[in-house]
């Protein structure tokens, strides 16, 4: 059974740089399947940020593409999320999630439990 | 980006109802539209992938279709535990786009 793990500080100052990590046990990070992260606020809702396959291919939301870097560690089997220049509208719920694909259709079956990040100083 | 609109935006129901929720795409998906359920404090949970494809462990109450810019849940009785949020995502392109969320409340 997959299960992903999020951690990072969950605190985070204006201007600063927002640091995640995302653990995958219970099987490999270099499978076909793509690794997201997702966000959740109370006003603005379920935000996906971007994806990365092993291969380092990424996929970003072009809302926040010019501030965001996900990378990927296939020794240490994990993924990992960058995003900078934040301020207190990057305060959510972060989650990391795995795409499975078939057949052109993709969806997240495994997820993290999540991790609050607050901005504030 | 392709907007995701669901409706109604909260419900209320009684055990043994019969629900249907419904998600509207700003352009033809397909069928590349997936259901979650989430519980307070917890991650979202899939229900529903590909528009009418139930997850492996999940209840066969829950059901989806449509196709192209109409979709719908339904949960064909109500229990206790289905009381929760449920949010449609949309994977026909990048960005991908989740509707603003149904909750689902106790009447």
């Known amino acids: 059974q997959v299960q992903l793990q999020e951690s990072g500080p969950g605190l985070v100052k204006p201007s600063g740089t927002l640091s995640l990590t995302c653990v995958v046990s219970?099987?490999?990070?270099?499978?076909?399947?793509?690794w997201n992260w997702v966000r959740q606020t109370p006003g603005k809702g379920l935000e996906w940020i971007g994806e990365?396959?092993?291969?380092?291919?990424?996929n970003y939301n072009p809302s926040l593409k010019s501030r965001v870097t996900i990378s990927v560690d296939k020794s240490k089997n994990q993924f990992s999320l960058k995003l900078s220049s934040v301020t207190a509208a990057d305060t959510a719920v972060y989650y990391c999630?795995?795409?499975?694909?078939?057949?052109?259709?993709?969806?997240?079956?495994?997820w993290g439990q999540g991790t609050l990040v607050t901005v504030s100083s | 980006d392709i907007q995701m609109t669901q409706s109604p935006s909260s419900l209320s129901a009684s055990v043994g109802d019969r629900v249907t929720i419904t998600c509207r795409a700003s352009?033809?998906?397909?069928?590349?539209l997936n259901w979650y359920q989430q519980k307070p404090g917890k991650a979202p949970n899939l229900l529903i992938y590909?528009?009418?494809n139930l997850q492996s462990g999940v209840p066969s109450r829950f059901s989806g279709s449509g196709s192209e810019t109409d979709f719908t849940l339904t949960i064909s009785s109500l229990q206790p535990e289905d009381f929760a949020t449920y949010f449609c995502?949309?994977?026909?392109?990048?960005?991908?786009?989740f509707g603003q969320g149904t909750k689902l409340e106790i009447k």
């Open positions: 995502q949309q994977t026909y392109s990048t960005p991908y786009t």
């Open positions: 999630a795995r795409d499975s694909c078939s057949g052109g259709s993709c969806y997240s079956a495994y």
């Open positions: 219970g099987g490999s990070i270099s499978t076909t399947n793509w």
């Open positions: 352009q033809n998906i397909i069928s590349y």
């Open positions: 990365i396959y092993h291969s380092g291919t990424t």
């Open positions: 590909a528009s009418a």
